[in-house]
């Protein structure tokens, strides 16, 4: 027990809060549950990924909400344990470290895999080189009849002001010298010995490649004032989007720093400006749109992936959340403070997906949110020039091999620190892990080994750390049986009769609900493994035909239908 | 039901149905990759509620992070200066900063990370004139951090 300083009371001393999360079993990727631990917005836990390995994960919470609660229809159990604010930093900081070594051990063979695929297209003498840069996507291609953009026209003139035409070509030139003159390093990345060790960061051919054509690309743009694509920039309507006097005076200041910012890029080049500086010209076109019109004009910055479909009732918290980000960026804005770009970033991410989240409440059907990947804006695409570097098809072609036989023997090393094991190394073993000694700050400790099942972890949280309070966060279905009245919950028992239900590939076949009804739960269990027996006959026949697919899904559905006899539920049905 | 009865039910259906841990969906397909070509995807599940969270507080953290870089680098003797601008633009990137060489915020963190790295005077000098590209100004911001 920690000893509290004397003029604290317990409850001011422990006056932070961190969220272990159980999540209940369903059905195919978590017959056993899954485990995680919430600090504020930010959630960490470990995932099964490709390759039979587990892997940290960091994830807002709203999404990691919506994922689990909602398409995965599984109930989430909150254990809010109590912490001084220097353990919650603590500990906060400690899954913050894991998640970054992770992420930078298993990004070493991505990268490896990278520079050898783009040199092995490039060593390709058939084809042209094919490359999508970041930011390019967002302006207009090379067309004569284009209308050049005032802000980028203001800059080229302060360019060639300080750096003459000839100035700016003896640069250009210098960048397709720079291409011309890459070669690939041998790939020697040390591996690491341990999960504990951070591989030095490297940057890669094939982020020098990038780059150097994001610059080059950017003085092509700035060559010509190019303007933004009609898609790549939101002037939303609503008297939300109009800015205010001082909000005006704050963002022309903003767009001041910007250009001068860019001006000093264009100073030394680096490649490394490449990307930024693409996404700085066309934040300057938007802000110039933004103070000619007085209304908030901002970059597309969604993500054009197609993403699971949400029902309808999950847009108005998504508007919500989404319109809260907003509020709290546009009183940064009025603050009076300088904007600086990570500010004026998180008013462009929160404008994006309010504006996105306002689409799909006015829709009133179901809709696919896009999400941004991130703060810098970075639609790809092909820059107008693409070269090779001056090197042998062969050298190409040798030098991809090793990479990739680099990246495969790295994998195999990542393999043996993180392959998965039911018991010894599984999404909650590796929470616990991870707190280490930090558990006794948490009012105790659990082996993480012993507590391996995430129900029996959430057990343990609750009877040996200090939680200050329980709750659960109801699945997807279970809110909605709690809407209705005795005829309607009677025709959700099924899922041929539910109102809400959609049989999908991730769900085996069943014939009844076993996820409240407990006392009837042995009757429909066995109506459920017939069910799931016929699969698996019918499977067997179309095993030619779908390579063993339904067969599995078949034995899949025995296999959760068998605790429902003994009155325990697995499959709760998923809303893919 | 007890953690023993759980046992019994959940481990073969866990251990016949592959894992009894959830899937990383954002594993299944090559998407990641293809959006941003190039770059590492750390900062994308947390981007998508960023903005729950003061600027001043994402400035600290690409701070922290810029510093962190800056200590590593220093203590593994590398004078590879492109490399590390690019490894600082990769971190302002994520926090969506375009353009970090005028920004006195991270020259001050780089000068914080040079402290960490506990060096002797005159690796410290040649360092704070390398990362600075002995431009006078940075060298001062450096020099902030630093004490």
């Known amino acids: 027990m920690l000893a509290l300083p004397a003029t604290l009371s317990a409850e001011e001393a422990y006056s932070a809060r961190i969220d272990y999360l159980y999540l209940d079993a369903n059905e195919g990727q978590a017959a056993g549950g899954h485990a995680a631990l919430r600090f504020g917005d930010e959630v960490y836990h470990f995932e099964y990924v490709e390759g039979g390995l587990i892997r940290a994960a960091r994830q807002a919470f709203e999404p990691f909400r919506r994922l689990y609660t909602e398409t995965e229809n599984r109930t989430l159990h909150v254990s809010r344990i109590a912490v001084t604010p220097d353990t919650y930093a603590a500990l906060h900081e400690r899954f913050e470290s894991q998640f970054q070594r992770q992420h930078a051990q298993f990004e070493v063979p991505e990268a490896l895999r990278r520079d050898g695929e783009i040199l092995a297209m490039l060593a390709r003498t058939d084809m042209s080189p094919r490359l999508l840069v970041k930011g390019v996507g967002l302006f207009e291609p090379a067309r004569t009849d284009l209308p050049e953009d005032p802000a980028l026209a203001s800059l080229r003139t302060r360019a060639l002001a300080r750096y003459g035409a000839e100035g700016l070509r003896t640069r250009m030139a210098s960048i397709r010298q720079a291409i011309s003159a890459l070669h690939p390093a041998p790939p020697d990345d040390p591996l690491p010995m341990d999960a504990d060790s951070s591989p030095p960061w490297r940057y890669h051919f094939a982020d020098r490649y990038h780059d150097f054509h994001a610059l080059l690309e950017a003085y092509r743009l700035l060559e010509r004032a190019a303007p933004l694509r009609p898609d790549a920039y939101h002037v939303p309507a609503g008297r939300e989007f109009a800015l205010k006097p001082d909000e005006i005076q704050t963002l022309q200041t903003f767009a001041r720093k910007l250009e001068e910012s860019a001006l000093a890029a264009l100073d030394q080049p680096r490649p490394d400006q490449g990307p930024g500086l693409l996404a700085a010209l066309a934040r300057m076109e938007a802000l110039g749109k933004a103070l000619r019109y007085g209304r908030l004009v901002f970059l597309d910055t969604l993500n054009e992936r197609e993403t699971a479909e949400l029902p309808w009732g999950s847009a108005p918290p998504v508007f919500t959340a989404a319109d809260a980000d907003f509020r709290l960026a546009r009183r940064e804005l009025a603050s009076g403070r300088d904007l600086d770009e990570v500010g004026y970033s998180l008013l462009e991410n929160a404008a994006n997906r309010r504006l996105e989240a306002r689409k799909a409440l006015a829709g009133k059907t179901p809709f696919h949110l896009r999400i941004p990947p991130g703060l810098m804006p970075s639609r790809p695409g092909s820059p107008t020039e693409i070269l090779r570097p001056a090197l042998s098809a062969e050298d190409m072609e040798r030098a991809s091999k090793a990479l990739h036989a680099a990246a495969e023997a790295y994998g195999e090393r990542l393999k043996r620190l993180y392959r998965y094991h039911l018991v010894n190394r599984n999404c909650v073993t590796e929470i616990f892990r991870t707190l280490g000694e930090g558990q006794a700050r948490l009012g105790g400790r659990i082996d993480p080994e012993a507590a391996a099942i995430p129900f029996v972890s959430a057990q343990n949280v609750e009877r040996k750390y200090r939680v200050a309070e329980s709750f659960d966060i109801a699945s997807r279905r279970k809110l909605f049986l709690e809407t209705l009245d005795s005829e309607a919950y009677l025709a959700e028992l099924s899922p041929l009769s539910s109102a809400i239900y959609r049989t999908n590939d991730e769900d085996s076949l069943f014939l009844f609900f076993t996820d409240t009804p407990a006392l009837v739960r042995p009757l429909f269990g066995v109506v459920n493994l017939a069910t799931g027996g016929l699969e698996t006959l019918a499977g067997i026949a179309a095993s030619p035909w779908d390579l063993g697919r339904t067969f599995y899904s078949g034995l899949r559905g025995m296999l959760v239908s068998l605790p429902e006899l003994a009155f325990f539920n697995i499959r709760k049905g998923t809303f893919r | ?147």
Request: hydrophobic share 30%.
């Open chain 2, 1 to 147: 039901m007890t953690p023993f009865k759980q046992l019994i039910f959940v481990a073969p259906i866990a251990s016949l149905t592959l894992q009894g841990c959830s899937f990383s969906y954002s594993s299944e397909s090559s998407v990641k990759s293809s959006a941003s070509p190039f770059t590492s995807s750390a900062s994308v599940s947390e981007s998508s509620s960023s903005s729950s969270k003061s600027s001043q507080n994402k400035k600290a953290r690409y701070e922290k992070s810029v510093a962190e870089y800056a200590t590593e680098f220093a203590k593994s003797g590398s004078s590879d200066s492109v490399a590390f601008y690019a490894r600082i633009s990769q971190l302002a990137q994520e926090y969506g900063i375009t353009g970090w060489d005028s920004d006195k915020g991270t020259y001050v963190a780089i000068g914080k990370g040079l402290a960490g790295a506990k060096l002797g005077q005159p690796q410290y000098e040649a360092l704070r004139k390398l990362l600075a590209n002995s431009e006078p100004t940075r060298m001062q911001y450096i020099d902030e951090g630093y004490r």
